[in-house]
């Protein structure tokens, strides 16, 4: 140390603290300039050039961060050490505070010691710093440096691994390709996506029976399964809407099939789930319904320079928003837009060339044309990558959803193992029968078949719904059933 007292420049708007922090380092032999306001030390600071500056964080108009990035960005002011000494003592402002390149991080009310001996090995850090020494010396400069690069960059992994929680890593890799810091307001890219939409039925009423705490239990082990499902098959929670969650799948040329599969198993896990519903006091089996829709969808930072959020915006999420709704109109657990059946139908053709045993598992999905589906409703099995997620799909209807203009084929999916599969594949010809006689007008023929099939499976709410349809039409019931549709 120099004969001349360093100068420490102190900055708090309590003047109770600033008087304990003047006696403090006066008595160790230190000059000291206070400041109340950031202002204040901002015009101080360029005045008296401290060596050293204790800076509070929570003041009014002007807070600390403020103050630490005018002096970081000031050329004159850029290298005095900062030393935050707030009462806020959370990990996120620690970790603005490396941001800030602040050279430390006290919090109150602090260690007199361990202030004094912090204060003093920066003061001497940063006199070291500014001489010309010896080459030994620089190359011990030379190894604090990588000391203190691998204290940031541990930080930064530290921040990204938190930041994970909030926004997907794959949504990372579109709005911050070089790394957190470029992550700006209008980073966007546009792509082919698979979006499913999955919501939880009767869940106000559900809600309203139960305290806050006990919700929020089940909700979070319910989300953390479906979590699980759509993960497994290459997909991402985008967002959780309260009591729904929206996934986008985004692997190239299998993002349909990726997404359909994991709809099959999120309805697997939800029987699983409801098996032990009762620890989370819940009288009733928890229900979803789920859409899911392919397209072209943009991902990207949406909202304001101070308040962003990522998101897929797009007629892709729209449209699978509006399929998830319909799964209420027809009864049904998972309804799915023709596009997305297409593309997997590609994916697996692609497949199937170089498997045999993909093409035997597949036959049936991949022998459909696309006029052949959307004339006919039989129901064909598909087979993933394992047994486990068998599942079947039929055309139920062409529709035009609330807010397009163009209509749109949807079929539903279900899984193999869902108590009424074996019925619907015993009677999937009537079904055909009944749908063809729908689609020709013939509606007295259509109503006889659905109601033999009602009869045999009355779980089928698609035959449910089409008998009110065809009742609708001969004058039977009053026309209420197409304007619930939208």
Same mark, same amino acid.
Request: charged share 25%.
């Given at each position: 140390m120099s004969n001349k007292s360093p100068c420490i420049m102190l900055v708090d708007d309590e003047p109770a603290n600033l008087i304990l922090l003047e006696e403090l380092l006066q008595l160790k032999g230190y000059a000291t300039v206070s400041a109340r306001s950031g202002d204040e030390a901002l015009s101080l600071a360029r005045a008296s050039q401290p060596d050293l500056i204790l800076l509070d964080i929570m003041m009014p108009e002007m807070d600390g961060f403020d103050v630490?990035?005018?002096?970081?960005?000031?050329?004159?002011l850029q290298t005095v050490p900062i030393i935050f000494l707030t009462a806020?003592?959370?990990?996120?402002?620690?970790?603005?505070?490396?941001?800030?390149?602040?050279d430390d991080y006290l919090t109150k009310p602090f260690n007199s010691r361990l202030l004094l001996a912090k204060v003093e090995n920066i003061l001497q850090l940063s006199q070291m710093r500014s001489q010309v020494v010896s080459s030994q010396f620089n190359k011990q400069v030379k190894e604090q440096s990588k000391r203190q690069i691998a204290a940031a960059w541990e930080a930064n992994e530290y921040l990204s691994e938190k930041f994970q929680l909030f926004v997907p890593e794959q949504l990372l890799e579109r709005i911050a390709p070089k790394g957190i810091e470029s992550i700006q307001l209008g980073n966007v890219t546009e792509e082919e996506l698979t979006i499913l939409f999955c919501d939880i039925r009767g869940f106000t009423a559900i809600a309203e029976s139960q305290e806050a705490r006990e919700t929020f239990e089940w909700?979070?082990?319910f989300f953390t399964k479906m979590n699980e499902c759509i993960t497994s098959h290459g997909g991402f929670?985008?967002?959780?809407?309260?009591?729904?969650?929206m996934a986008v799948f985004d692997q190239p040329h299998s993002h349909a099939i990726n997404a359909i599969e994991a709809a099959v198993a999120m309805q697997e896990s939800l029987q699983e789930f409801n098996t032990s519903r009762h620890k989370y006091n819940l009288q009733y089996p928890v229900n979803i319904g789920t859409g899911i829709n392919t397209g072209i969808g943009m991902i990207g930072t949406l909202g304001s320079d101070r308040r962003m959020d990522s998101t897929v915006i797009g007629d892709v999420v729209n449209t699978a928003s509006r399929l998830e709704n319909l799964t209420k109109i027809y009864g049904?657990?998972?309804?799915?837009? #023709? &596009?997305? /059946?297409?593309?997997? *139908?590609?994916?697996?053709?692609?497949?199937?060339?170089n498997s045999k045993e993909s093409l035997l598992l597949k036959c049936?999905?991949?022998?459909?044309?696309? #006029? &052949?589906? /959307?004339?006919?409703? *039989?129901?064909?099995?598909?087979?993933?990558?394992?047994?486990?997620?068998?599942y079947y799909y039929r055309w139920i209807d062409r529709v035009t959803p609330r807010g397009k203009q163009q209509a749109i084929e949807i079929y539903e999916i279900w899984a193999a193992s869902s108590p009424d599969s074996q019925a619907k594949q015993l009677t999937q010809s009537l079904f055909d029968k009944g749908i063809q006689g729908w689609q020709s007008e013939k509606f007295v023929a259509a109503l006889g078949y659905f109601q033999q099939l009602i009869q045999q499976n009355p779980a089928d709410t698609v035959v449910s719904f089409y008998i009110d349809r065809c009742q609708e039409k001969l004058g039977l019931i009053p026309a209420n059933i197409s304007s619930k549709r939208s």
């Open positions: 630490c990035d005018i002096l970081r960005n000031d050329k004159t806020l003592d959370d990990d996120i402002s620690r970790l603005k505070g490396l941001e800030m390149m602040a909700l979070n082990a929670i985008d967002k959780y809407l309260g009591d729904a969650i049904c657990q998972i309804i799915v837009s #023709e &596009s997305a /059946i297409v593309h997997a *139908r590609e994916f697996l053709n692609s497949i199937s060339l049936n999905l991949e022998a459909e044309t696309p #006029e &052949s589906m /959307i004339s006919t409703s *039989r129901a064909t099995a598909a087979d993933s990558h394992s047994p486990s997620n068998n």
